[in-house]
């Protein structure tokens, strides 16, 4: 395949690393790389090897894998205009992953030489894959688990190393104080004050250790992540509050950077990015306009790389219907008939309750229903279930004194009346708490709220109009049992699925769903226009061989 200069120019010049490069900038850049090519399941490098080319994806793709006790696993997949290779370079050590093709591709390289004098000929770009580097490492230590399948981290960002050292100082200055009472026994203060003031001492240099490593463990645990598909805030305050804030990138309409007098010296400052009617913020963030960079220049090329894919598939289209045009004898068609669909049988409305009497989560034919935690329940039923024990342990106080077969009819009847309406009482609000169901199905989420004898509120929304989605757990007590509440911004309103286990895995299982329904839309979209197109080449090739041969 031959490539010219000027197709790698518009590849370097839609890419984020090289964003602000003039033309003839990007001319000089582009003459430094060589093309190549490479079949599927080609290895680029190895895992170990010394790092020696810079590489650009220019078509196909390429699988990111590293070994993890002895097993390949996969990292991410870079498709066109990714680049990888830069971590070795830059760092000067071996290869710590191994790419292999996964998909016939054309890449792009350039020599450790001449990537070097990138670098010192361009300060910006070399930032920017420094930051590319750094964020990769980091998301692959960091694991997290709410990444998709073949979602790729660009950028991880914290909030200013200033504010963690601002966050230390009152810990610190405990340290002191505490360190030089644990040295009143060599000013001689006397016995009794000097062991008094070691010993409280130990007690405040322990405090001060643990108050600056829960301060300095808050500020790593706060993140501003973009990936090639969103955008994220991650925040976590040990012990007391959770949360995840996300957006796709085609759903972002705009950045915000706010810096006050300090942010402007030091270079950090406030980053809203704002979607069609909800924000994500993230304050004190350290180089607020690089991030704001790298997510204007990931949603340009996420644009870009969906056009192209669309443009390739629209190719192979035409290609396969003016073949099947032109020698229809040469294809065979066969009506195959399909595997059965298997119908999962519907339980009774019995066996349906027992199965699902205390479950928190459940699925039946793709529709998950969540319900609200065990500690709702509990909470609700700590009146009646006072009173139950009260009761018994009346009944109980009369058995053992000998005194039950004296209670009069009557009171035996108040008794018995006392436990049915407690245990009613009970029944009650275990019913309130099983009827509020929260539900995400392929193309809806739903609200059901169902009172016991009352009245039934249903809200539902289709998962292509959710804007942003949110989650977070309150407080200390949410945080040890693992439960928070999710909120999903559709248009001007939101709906919250509140105190539901593992609001994490809620809101995962929420972003999974509308990824994959926006990706059948995309596909059914594009194969109907495809072959609309088709149809079209077709009927207008038609056209011209009519004119061409009037007599045929």
């Given at each position: 395949m031959e490539i010219y200069q000027v197709q790698v120019v518009n590849l370097l010049a839609r890419e984020y690393p090289f964003m602000g490069l003039d033309e003839e900038q990007l001319k000089e850049v582009a003459a430094?790389?060589?093309?190549?090519?490479?079949?599927?399941?080609?290895?680029?490098?190895?895992?170990?090897?010394?790092?020696?080319?810079?590489?650009?994806?220019?078509?196909?793709?390429?699988?990111?894998?590293?070994?993890?006790?002895?097993?390949?696993?996969?990292?991410?997949?870079?498709?066109?205009?990714?680049?990888?290779?830069?971590?070795?370079?830059?760092s000067?050590?071996?290869?710590?992953?191994?790419?292999?093709?996964?998909?016939?591709?054309?890449?792009?390289?350039?020599?450790?030489?001449?990537?070097?004098?990138?670098?010192?000929?361009?300060?910006?770009t070399k930032t920017i894959l420094q930051e590319t580097a750094r964020s990769r490492a980091l998301a692959v230590k960091r694991d997290f688990s709410w990444l998709k399948d073949r979602e790729t981290v660009f950028l991880i960002s914290r909030k200013h190393i200033i504010f963690m050292l601002l966050s230390l100082f009152f810990p610190s200055l405990l340290g002191l104080l505490s360190f030089l009472a644990m040295a009143a026994p060599i000013l001689q203060l006397g016995d009794s004050w000097s062991w008094l003031m070691f010993v409280g001492g130990m007690f405040g240099l322990f405090a001060a250790l643990l108050w600056g490593w829960w301060n300095w463990a808050n500020w790593e645990n706060d993140y501003f992540v973009v990936t090639n598909w969103r955008v994220l805030w991650l925040e976590k305050v040990i012990a007391l509050y959770e949360s995840r804030r996300e957006a796709r990138l085609d759903k972002t309409q705009s950045n915000n950077i706010t810096r006050p007098f300090w942010g402007r010296i030091l270079d950090y400052g406030t980053i809203q990015v704002n979607t069609f009617t909800g924000k994500i913020s993230m304050s004190r963030v350290d180089r607020p306009a690089l991030i704001a960079a790298y997510v204007d220049g990931l949603k340009e090329r996420a644009k870009v790389v969906t056009l192209e894919e669309d443009k390739q598939a629209i190719e192979d289209e035409l290609k396969q219907a003016y073949q099947l045009h032109q020698n229809?004898?040469?294809?065979?068609?066969?009506?195959?008939?399909?595997?059965?669909?298997?119908?999962?049988?519907?339980?009774?409305?019995?066996?349906g309750a027992l199965r699902t009497f205390l479950r928190l989560r459940y699925e039946y034919e793709g529709v998950i229903t969540y319900r609200k935690h065990w500690f709702v329940l509990i909470r609700k039923n700590i009146l009646p279930l006072v009173l139950l024990l009260v009761l018994a342990a009346l009944v109980v106080g009369l058995g053992l004194e000998g005194s039950l077969d004296n209670v009069a009819l009557g009171g035996g009847l108040c008794i018995s009346s006392l436990f049915l309406v407690v245990i009613g009482w009970m029944t009650y609000n275990y019913l309130d708490w099983a009827n509020d169901l929260y539900q995400l199905s392929p193309e809806y989420i739903n609200e059901l709220e169902r009172k016991p004898l009352g009245e039934e509120i249903v809200n539902s929304a289709k998962l292509?109009?959710?804007?942003?989605?949110?989650?977070?757990?309150?407080?200390?007590?949410?945080?040890?049992?693992?439960?928070?509440?999710?909120?999903?911004?559709?248009?001007?309103?939101?709906?919250?699925?509140?105190?539901?286990?593992?609001?994490?895995?809620?809101h995962q299982d929420i972003a999974n769903y509308q990824e994959a329904l926006n990706q059948r839309k995309r596909e059914a979209d594009g194969r109907r226009q495809r072959q609309q197109l088709a149809q079209w080449f077709i009927t207008n090739s038609d056209i011209e061989s009519e004119f061409e041969n009037p007599e045929s």
């Open positions: 430094r790389f060589q093309p190549m090519y490479r079949r599927k399941d080609k290895v680029i490098y190895r895992q170990g090897k010394p790092a020696k080319n810079f590489y650009i994806v220019y078509q196909g793709k390429v699988s990111v894998s590293r070994l993890v006790k002895k097993q390949d696993r996969e990292l991410y997949v870079l498709a066109s205009g990714d680049f990888f290779g830069d971590a070795g370079l830059l000067g050590s071996s290869r710590n992953e191994t790419v292999k093709v996964i998909e016939d591709a054309t890449l792009l390289w350039m020599s450790k030489v001449d990537f070097q004098k990138l670098l010192k000929d361009y300060p910006k229809p004898q040469e294809q065979e068609v066969h009506l195959v008939k399909g595997p059965a669909k298997k119908k999962s049988k519907k339980p009774g409305y019995l066996t292509e109009n959710i804007l942003s989605i949110e989650h977070e757990r309150g407080n200390l007590v949410r945080i040890i049992l693992d439960f928070g509440t999710v909120a999903i911004n559709v248009g001007d309103r939101q709906f919250t699925f509140n105190d539901v286990k593992n609001p994490g895995r809620v």
